[in-house]
């Protein structure tokens, strides 16, 4: 399955800002690593998906989500950057537009309005993005939906996920980026904020991190 979302990612949220017991959603849940992992841990969750790829994955709309206003303690969400990978056939799917085109932070827009509704107030969004690099033009993905999510959540950090096993690591990448003078794209952005309240996320000590139960 395209896209998969490492699952050492998810699992560090989770021990981060969640506890057991508590409900994590992924409004783009793809091939179901954040239902693995929070089963793993302890943590209930829900998926959704406009091409699931688990059986506990449901099909449904990101912008559109089944659930009470205030009633997630965290959403995880690798949303796509742009069009360049083709997720699905359904005319649903945020990622057949280009990032090139403004529609498509128009529609992302929508799913953080979503996130913001369903999310207790001081609890958490992770959202993984990268940037774009498309027939000699790159856009900032990341930069974009950044300076949208301030709209609806206060920062708390940004991290730089390095790309392990991508399609750019491949000898063809590598000749492209030489002959059209670009970098290639190494990391994605690990974008952390929270629904604001006027109370900090809990600082409270956690247990000890695992690094290499997920690689």
């Known amino acids: 399955f395209q896209g998969v979302t490492p699952a050492f990612i998810i699992y560090n949220l989770v021990q981060r800002y969640t506890k057991p017991g508590d409900l994590v959603v992924d409004p783009m849940a793809g091939s179901g690593t954040t239902i693995d992992v929070c089963e793993e841990e302890g943590r209930k969750a829900v998926g959704y998906d406009v091409n699931p790829q688990h059986p506990k994955v449901k099909y449904n709309d990101s912008r559109k989500m089944p659930l009470d206003n205030n009633s997630v303690d965290m959403v995880f969400i690798d949303s796509p950057y742009g069009d360049n990978v083709n997720y699905s056939n359904d005319p649903a799917d945020i990622g057949k537009i280009s990032a090139e085109d403004e529609n498509f932070y128009i529609e992302l827009e929508k799913v953080a309005k979503e996130i913001n509704r369903i999310l207790k107030p001081g609890k958490v969004i992770g959202w993984l993005i990268g940037d774009q690099w498309v027939k000699r033009k790159f856009t900032p993905v990341g930069?974009?939906?950044?300076?949208?999510?301030?709209?609806?959540?206060?920062?708390?950090?940004?991290?730089?996920?390095?790309?392990?096993?991508?399609?750019?690591?491949?000898?063809?990448?590598?000749?492209?980026?030489?002959?059209?003078?670009?970098?290639?794209?190494g990391f994605k952005y690990l974008l952390i904020m929270k629904k604001p309240i006027g109370t900090k996320v809990s600082t409270e000590p956690r247990p000890k991190i695992n690094w290499k139960k997920y690689k």
Request: glycine share 4%; no cysteine.
């Open 143 to 185: 930069f974009k939906v950044y300076s949208m999510l301030e709209k609806y959540f206060e920062p708390i950090d940004v991290i730089s996920v390095a790309r392990r096993g991508q399609s750019s690591h491949t000898g063809v990448w590598h000749y492209r980026a030489k002959k059209f003078n670009f970098f290639l794209r």
